[in-house]
């Protein structure tokens, strides 16, 4: 994927996402579920960017054996998204730390809107995450961005991805549950658009709340 490290405008608003890429990922459709919900959203994350006085950039990294960064800094107009392959355990805590050096040297005295962060999960960690995330948390951005996390199936430790969380929304946002492709695409839709939106727009949009997933599910969505 291409990465792009333009300069950083002062009202820009980051969408970073933090996505296991670990190989329980693999079954169920999970992983082909996350790169098309991640691929439809991106016209409406263009939607949002037009009410912005600058422009929405995305970052992405992945976490499976060790983390990596899938895209730096691209601004949404020219982001397309490839495909994950999962492959290995679940390095979590080194995701936060990898972030959380690019926030201390990318981001140091850089303005912009409240930027927000999407953790989404299958499974646990296999390494040190609260060490990670103290890291995370140390930095200026760390601190001051809208979290969201999405479970992704019955297996994801929800206490986790409470911690990375913390007291976004005034400790009132809990983690979302995704029980299957349906709502995984619904969740992924509106943390990447509702919560930007809301970032941009504080006084208009307020805090957004969780979306009620459709009760019509299709006969082959099976859950997780």
Same mark, same amino acid.
């Given at each position: 994927?291409t990465e792009?490290?333009g ?7 980051h969408?970073?996402? $933090?996505i *296991?890429?670990?190989?329980?990922m693999? =079954?169920?459709?999970?992983? %082909?579920? &996350?790169?098309?919900?991640v691929?439809?959203?991106?016209p409406?994350?263009?939607d949002?960017a ?6 929405i950039?995305?970052?992405a ?5 060790g983390a ?6 691209v ?5 397309t998204w ?9 390095d979590?805590g080194?995701?936060?730390e990898?972030?959380?050096?690019q926030l ?13 962060m999407?953790? $989404?999960? *299958?499974g646990?960690?296999t390494?040190d =995450?609260e060490?990670?995330? %103290?890291? &995370?948390?140390?930095t200026t951005w760390?601190?001051k961005a809208?979290?969201i ?7 994801a430790?929800?206490d986790?991805?409470?911690a ?8 009132e946002l809990k ?6 492709a349906s709502?995984?695409?619904?969740y ?13 727009n504080?006084?208009?949009?307020a805090?957004?709340m969780p979306p009620?997933?459709?009760a019509?599910v299709?006969?082959?969505? $099976?859950d997780w």
């Amino acid at each position: 994927m291409t990465e792009n490290y333009g300069k950083m405008g002062a009202r820009d608003l980051h969408l970073f996402f $933090l996505i *296991d890429a670990s190989d329980s990922m693999k =079954y169920g459709g999970k992983i %082909e579920t &996350l790169n098309n919900a991640v691929r439809e959203a991106i016209p409406h994350i263009r939607d949002v960017a037009r009410d912005a006085e600058g422009t929405i950039r995305v970052h992405a990294l992945t976490f499976s054996t060790g983390a990596r960064w899938l895209v730096n800094n691209v601004d949404i107009k020219h982001f397309t998204w490839e495909n994950i392959q999962p492959k290995g355990v679940t390095d979590m805590g080194r995701s936060f730390e990898l972030l959380a050096d690019q926030l201390t040297t990318e981001f140091e005295n850089i303005r912009g809107y409240q930027p927000v962060m999407i953790l $989404l999960s *299958d499974g646990l960690p296999t390494d040190d =995450y609260e060490k990670g995330l %103290e890291k &995370l948390m140390d930095t200026t951005w760390g601190k001051k961005a809208i979290r969201i996390a999405i479970a992704i199936g019955q297996e994801a430790d929800m206490d986790v991805l409470q911690a990375f969380i913390g007291d976004t929304f005034r400790g009132e946002l809990k983690p979302l549950q995704a029980k299957n492709a349906s709502e995984l695409k619904q969740y992924i839709r509106w943390a990447s658009t509702a919560v930007s939106n809301a970032s941009i727009n504080p006084v208009k949009a307020a805090v957004p709340m969780p979306p009620t997933v459709d009760a019509a599910v299709d006969m082959d969505d $099976l859950d997780w």
